[in-house]
């Protein structure tokens, strides 16, 4: 199968855990361990977040007042550059060599006109007390929203357009090769008049880019791994009901969280459509969540609209 492989942000940092070099790669490195098994037998593209590392990179970014900041389609680029190459290296390593790796840097067109770059919602950076959040928001001129009990920046994510390199992308796999790509829903670009790509100042959905990429490159199935076993209506009140498997219409009728499983709903939504099939479930439990043991996928032929677990 050709698979794209969307990691959520507990593959590469746990929430509350110092955002080290070393924690880094202990998380991809078992994250590499978990997705080995499929990248052996599959065509296989490994996507990934970045809010938290971006964030990151923007602080220290702000610690050098010689110069102006880097802007966030740089930072962007570096958040792809820097977790591609663990991801790489750390899959690589467990296949032992069995199978060339190639992380790349995307980027991902988006329409100048977006109403997000008027409406920041895409949380980036690390969390904040509310003290210290008012005084970074008034020293940085950021845009600040609450983050479960904590507070963090908010940059415009636009919806994408299109992958730029997915042709190359389509290559690769045709040539055997495993892809990295999509970095934190890749760079986002504009096309100017003369066809030259621009850079804009926002961070896209890392799950509405690896659909629409998946959607780009005709693949069998898009896995959104979380650390979750099941979409699930009223998540967290006794009224809890968990989804086995969904058509988009039907599935669409239900509401879900804005900030957590609301987008990754929508975008698998938006695969299914092309006419793949999307997989919502478990990182640590990848075998059993494409065996459909676990999780929960979102495909056109379901005729009762919802199957409930």
Known sequence: MRIVAALGGNALAR??????????RANVRA???????????????????????????????????????????????ETQGMIGYVIQQELSNALAGEREVAAIVTTTEVDEADP?????????????????????A????????????????VVPSPAPKRIVQSPLVSELLENGKLVVCVGGGGVPVKIDSRGHQIGMQAVVDKDAASATLAAELKADVLLMLTDGDFVSENWGTPEQR????????????????????????????????????????????????????????????????????
């Open 242 to 309: 968990d989804i086995l498997t969904a058509s988009p219409e039907g599935i669409s009728e239900l509401s879900f969280a804005e900030g957590s499983m609301k987008p990754k709903v929508e975008s698998a939504v938006k695969f299914a459509k092309s006419g793949g099939s999307a997989l919502i479930g478990p990182l640590d439990r990848i075998d059993d969540l494409i065996a459909r043991r676990v999780g929960t996928e979102i495909r056109n032929d379901v005729p009762e609209g919802i199957v409930w677990v």
């Open 116 to 136: 997000a770059f008027d409406r920041p919602t895409k949380l980036i950076g690390p969390t904040y007390s509310a003290q210290d959040a008012a005084e970074a």
């Open 15 to 24: 929430r509350g855990e110092p955002m080290t070099a070393d924690h880094l």
């Open 138 to 153: 008034s020293e940085y001129r950021w845009t600040i929203a609450r983050d479960g009990a904590a507070f963090r920046r």
């Open 31 to 77: 994250t590499c361990e978990a997705l080995a098994g499929l990248a052996r037998e599959h065509e296989l593209v490994i996507t990934h977040g970045n809010g938290p590392q971006v964030g990151l990179l923007a602080l220290q970014n702000l610690a050098y007042q010689d110069v102006a900041a880097y802007p966030l389609d740089i930072l962007g680029a």
